[in-house]
């Protein structure tokens, strides 16, 4: 599953639109449309994109013993 269609599903999740989204990060919808074309945001993107959608975003390693890379 691609990050574009994870935020699709988080958006169905939580009632929203894609051109609210794009308001709510500071960023124009047709701007916001093209990433989601490409599939390409930053971590600092991801992570705005989740408090906006009053959820969590990881993305990282874990390893059996605690340590979070």
């Known amino acids: 599953m691609t ?3 994870k935020i699709k ?11 609210e989204l794009a ?7 047709s701007a916001f449309n093209q990433r989601m074309k490409t599939g390409k945001f930053s971590s600092e993107e991801m992570k705005k994109i989740a408090e906006s959608l ?3 975003f990881f993305f990282g390693f874990e390893f059996k013993d605690g340590t979070k890379i």
């Open 23 to 29: 308001r709510s990060i500071g960023t124009s919808p």
């Open 9 to 19: 599903m988080a958006l169905a999740y939580k009632g929203m639109s894609e051109a």
């Open 3 to 5: 990050i574009s269609q």
């Open 54 to 56: 009053e959820a969590s």
